[in-house]
Nanobody
């Protein structure tokens, strides 16, 4: 059974930065794509960023492109999301997930296991 645990969320002022981490246990994820999604209050969960197993390919939602960076450390079985220039619209619960496919994945249905999420609140 795979377990994903997010950390690094919190309260930050607009324009600030946060770095989210997602540590996996139960299975080595070094050969699988990983992704980040978020869900704002009253909205559906949406794609944020994805990364291939090697880290060589990444993909971002237009709303975060140029501000967020996804990376991974396969030796630590961990994926990261560096978030810069945060604004109020980035306020959400952020989830990491693993896909058993290949490449980079942007659809929820392509992901098999999810973490519990970490809250990010951006004050304006």
């Amino acid at each position: 059974q795979v377990q994903l645990v997010e950390s690094g969320g919190g309260l930050v002022q607009a324009g600030g930065s946060l770095r989210l981490s997602c540590a996996a246990s139960g299975r080595t994820l070094s050969r699988y794509p990983l992704g980040w999604f978020r869900q704002a209050p009253g909205k559906e969960r949406e794609f944020v960023a994805a990364i291939s197993w090697s880290g060589g390919s990444t993909y971002y939602a237009d709303s975060v492109k140029g501000r967020f960076t996804i990376s991974r450390d396969n030796a630590k079985n961990t994926v990261y999301l560096q978030m810069n220039s945060l604004n109020a619209e980035d306020t959400a619960v952020y989830f990491c997930a693993v896909s058993w496919g290949t490449g980079v994945k942007s659809q929820e249905s392509e992901y098999a296991y999810w973490g519990q999420g970490t809250q990010v609140t951006v004050s304006s």
